[in-house]
């Protein structure tokens, strides 16, 4: 049985779910800086917001990826070797573009205590491999449970080539559960504007951003700048290599309703639902999309191979550490694995610049201080990391579409 044609998102409706969202912007923008105290309020709506898409995103993929599997016949093209590469190749150019951008414009730290950061870094390369290979083989339940969306990919996958020779009646359930569990995540994707104000007022009451850049405010612009380099010209290049086309019109279109959403939910996974929503919008072959999207939101992380790179260098220059040639392409490779391996919540890719100092030999005590000012320009460094990455996910699984449809037009 065929996918049915996905319903997709009317124009109209779109530009004005993105006009709400930015009247919600401004007023959260107002409320907290005008009346702080109301934070204790606001903060509900946007707790309410981000916890609803991360509790339907995991089954949101389940679905969606166990269907396009069960339903997808031999000869339908699906592209997905031509996304990973795309996929690999930003993250690896990423971590590139943050070493030459550290090298030029070389930053250092104040360091903080790290006697709050209560976290446990991996070991090594081995630590994060093993750790990836434990989540496939994780209890099924367990994984939707906890949005472990290795684990869940992995029995989706399974349990769809289970489902190929199912009969047409439970294709059609599997189909209606789908249908079913996409409605869901428009309503939720519609309280986008209360959400988002919720969470800007409770950003601006709490963060003092004017503080926080002047004091780390050097490392701040250096990923900014990483990532922007990124954002507008290394993946339209990416893009435009792939398609042959102008890229800028997709990369806007990407960064606008995916990055905007991305950035004040700060987690890859809970943009999913909103990911899936834009492939539709732009007409994409589900068989491809339910499978790159949720993918990406685990391996596409460009945004946190220059978050590690970035810190990483910076806490090298702090300790007047030489940096070779061939140790920051070691670093670029190892920062870009490691990115692979890297949470799809907020502050995921913190957890990973432990690793990274390690091929310095800076001691983990220097290191994790180095994650405490992570989380102190998170508010910031997190948000542009997800939006990088999440706007991505879509952007490159667009371009392999285009692609194909150009080829099979000629």
């Known amino acids: 049985m065929d996918n049915p044609t996905p319903q997709t998102v009317e124009p109209q409706n779109s530009n004005r779910l993105i006009i709400q969202i930015i009247i919600g912007l401004v007023l959260g923008m107002l409320v907290g800086t005008i009346v702080p105290s109301a934070t204790a309020v606001t903060s509900i709506l946007g707790d309410l917001f981000v916890g609803a898409l991360k509790a339907v995103a995991p089954y949101l993929v389940f679905v969606l990826v166990t269907l396009a599997v069960a339903q997808h016949r031999e000869g339908n093209k699906t592209n997905m070797g031509s996304i990973l590469v795309m996929y690999l190749l930003g993250t690896f150019g990423a971590a590139v573009v943050a070493v030459v951008g550290s090298m030029m414009f070389p930053s250092t ?70 249908h079913a569990v996409s409605a869901i995540v428009r309503w ?114 460009a945004g946190a191979a220059i978050t590690i790179t970035v810190l990483t260098l910076a806490a090298v220059h702090t300790q007047g550490i030489a940096v070779d040639f061939m140790t920051a392409v070691l670093l670029s490779v190892i920062a870009a694995v490691s990115a692979c391996g890297a949470s799809g919540v907020a502050g995921g890719s913190l957890l990973l610049i432990p690793l990274a100092c390690s091929l310095f030999n800076i001691p983990n005590d220097v290191a994790m201080q180095v994650v405490a000012v ?37």
């Open 109 to 178: 730290l104040t360091l903080v205590s790290s006697e709050n950061v209560s976290i446990q870094a991996p070991t090594g390369i081995a630590a994060v491999l093993k750790n990836l290979l434990m989540n496939l083989v994780a209890n099924p339940f367990g994984a939707l449970v906890g949005a472990n969306y290795i684990g869940i990919l992995a029995w989706a996958i399974l349990l769809g080539f289970a489902l190929r020779r199912a009969s047409q009646a439970t294709h059609q359930v599997l189909s209606d559960v789908s």
């Open 188 to 301: 939720i994707i519609r309280l986008a504007p209360i959400g988002i104000f919720g969470l800007m007022s409770v950003t601006v009451a709490e963060t003092g951003f004017v503080k926080m850049i002047a004091e780390y405010g050097k490392v701040i612009l250096v990923l900014l700048g990483c990532m922007a380099f990124v954002a507008f010209v290394l993946n339209p290049i990416i893009v435009f290599a792939k398609t042959k086309q102008n890229p800028y019109p997709l990369v806007m279109t990407c960064l606008r309703e995916s990055g905007i959403p991305a950035f004040f939910t700060r987690s890859s996974a809970a943009n999913i639902p909103v990911n899936m929503a834009l492939a539709k919008k732009l007409n994409l072959n589900e068989d491809t999309y339910s499978v790159s999207i949720p993918l990406g939101a685990t391996i596409n992380m």
């Open 374 to 410: 992570g989380f102190i320009i998170g508010v910031i460094q997190d948000s542009a990391e997800t939006a990088l990455n999440s706007s991505t996910d879509v952007l490159f699984t667009a371009a392999a579409d285009i692609a194909e449809k150009a080829k099979t037009a000629k």
